[in-house]
């Protein structure tokens, strides 16, 4: 049956402005998208177009548009970006420009196939020694430092995480040497795209040589690894997938996979490390159970596998804190034919800008939304398209088991040794990344349990409610 489409109807959104069309609009969501979106939900509804009467940006709102806009792949792409527009092959686009996040189609249901083994619970489980190894090392650290900048410690944290895992190093030194170049990498990548003009001086030239420097790195990495049978890392599960009909992963490839896990995995997990700790400190009660949670299954122990299952408690605070703070908040597809949506019609081309963030918050789905409500999940069940920390579809993440196994075994790990304390009244501005853009000072102090909320500014206090 055809769909009926309320045809011709004009999709709300604000006035553009003369010249500048959608692009002031756009530039107000990069601003401070996490107020924006809600006011633009607020004003006008479940679709919105970014500029009335323009249908480059279109905004869709909601359980019902996230299962439109991400069920259907090949209607609702994931785009390429700004890498569609750069010459194909230089070491940028062959190293960030393939990867799975923007494979579409067969393509990418083939790499996915191969892919997925490697990030079954049992293989992460695989991982569980080196993480605590990494997280206490990182706590070994913090002995006799008085304060921290949590935020940046969760990235180191997470950045050697995921690089023991993906290529299996022994070596702290060579751990953090490619830690620290794959970093470099992932922050050059928007700057280059600013002006992709390649001549000395510039940071487009300055990424591709860069881009070149980490290829070298990896290819002789996976050389290396063929002609090892033995190891678990994920770059050797990897090299060893293989198809029903034999297909295996090629070594570009491999290149691409190795940099997009990184940068997948990295920043989104320390974000929901540090905006837990902090939604923590900032609830005194539920810090104060968690921690008695933890105290009496592991006295003091980082937790196996085993017990992990049996901290019920821990499980609902992760879960709570990727609800109200997502990593993953906005994200956008293209359509790639005219289309429906919400009963509007959309021309190929369009962009839809969808946000699990927002979901997470509409009083339908969550009773007092604002509020850190660990409790809340006693009893409440969701779909996959009413809570999506993860995204939802064909390309939802494909690390979730990996990233919930790391953040969790960092949480117990830390939060019974140590407690702790945002300094008081620090200034946090949530920017679009999902990051606290002047990071989060913090004092170190052993878990004496002394919780108590500490005031602080910023953005923060207008996206949750932290009144008592
Ligand atoms: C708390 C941590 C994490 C969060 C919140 C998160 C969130 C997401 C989201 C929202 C997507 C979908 C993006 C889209 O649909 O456009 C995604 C995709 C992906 N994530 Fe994660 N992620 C996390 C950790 C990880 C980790 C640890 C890894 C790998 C080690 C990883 C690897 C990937 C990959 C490869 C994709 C692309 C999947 C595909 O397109 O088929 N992520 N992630």
């Not at 991400?70 to 569609?84: N, R, T």
């Not at 997280?135 to 002995?143: F, K």
């Not at 940071?203 to 033995?230: C, D, G, N, V």
Request: glycine fraction near 6%; hydrophobic fraction near 40%.
């Amino acid at each position: 049956m055809a769909t009926i489409i309320a045809a011709k109807n004009v999709i709300p959104g604000p006035r553009a402005l003369p010249l500048l069309g959608w692009r002031a609009n756009m530039l107000k969501l990069f601003r401070d998208p996490f107020t924006y979106l809600p006011l633009l939900h607020k004003q006008y509804g479940n679709v919105v177009a970014l500029a009335e009467g323009d249908l480059t940006y279109v905004c869709a709102f909601g359980p019902a548009l996230n299962f439109q806009v991400l069920s259907k792949p090949d209607l609702f792409e994931v785009s390429a970006g700004p890498f569609q527009k750069l010459p194909e092959n230089t070491p940028l686009v062959r190293i960030g420009g393939n990867s799975l996040q923007m494979m579409k189609g067969e393509k990418h249901r083939q790499q996915r196939r191969l892919m997925q083994p490697a990030f079954h619970r049992q293989q992460v489980a695989h991982y569980r020694d080196n993480m605590v190894t990494l997280v206490q090392r990182m706590l070994d650290r913090w002995q006799g430092r008085s304060e921290i900048d949590l935020s940046r410690e969760m990235e180191l944290l997470t950045r050697s995480v995921t690089v023991k895992a993906l290529f299996g190093l022994d070596n702290e030194a060579e751990i953090d040497q490619l830690g620290n170049l794959l970093e470099r990498m992932v922050a050059q990548i928007p700057l280059a795209m600013i002006a992709p003009i390649n001549v000395p001086g510039t940071p487009y030239y300055q990424t591709q040589r860069l881009a070149a420097q980490l290829e070298t790195a990896l290819q002789s990495m996976i050389a290396r690894k063929r002609t090892q049978t033995e190891a678990h890392d994920l770059l050797s599960v990897l090299i060893h997938a293989h198809d029903e009909d034999g297909t295996t992963l090629h070594d570009k490839e491999l290149v691409s996979h190795a940099f997009t896990l990184f940068s997948a995995g990295f920043s989104t997990t320390s974000a929901a490390l540090t905006w837990t700790i902090f939604l923590l400190g900032q609830h005194p009660r539920i810090y104060e159970r968690l921690v008695d949670e933890l105290l009496s299954v592991l006295h003091g122990e980082p937790p196996t596998i085993e017990q992990l299952k049996q901290l019920a408690y821990l499980d609902a605070v992760v879960k709570e804190s990727l609800r109200i703070l997502p990593p993953g908040g906005i994200g956008q597809r293209r359509a790639t034919a005219p289309c429906e949506l919400g009963g509007y019609e959309l021309p190929a081309g369009s962009t839809i800008i969808y946000s699990e963030y927002l979901t997470h918050r509409l009083p339908e789905l969550y009773e007092e939304p604002d509020r850190f409500k660990p409790e809340r999940w006693n009893t409440l069940n969701r779909t996959a398209y009413e809570y999506l920390p993860f995204s939802a579809g064909q390309h939802r993440c494909i690390g979730a088991d990996f990233a919930l196994q790391e953040a969790k075994l960092a949480l117990a790990t830390l939060l019974q040794r140590y407690r702790l304390e945002i300094v008081p009244n620090t200034t946090i501005k949530l920017d679009l990344t999902m990051h606290p853009k002047y990071g989060l000072p913090a004092r170190v102090l052993p878990q004496d349990r002394q919780f108590s909320r500490i005031p602080v500014r910023g953005n923060i206090r207008q996206i949750i409610n932290l009144d008592e």
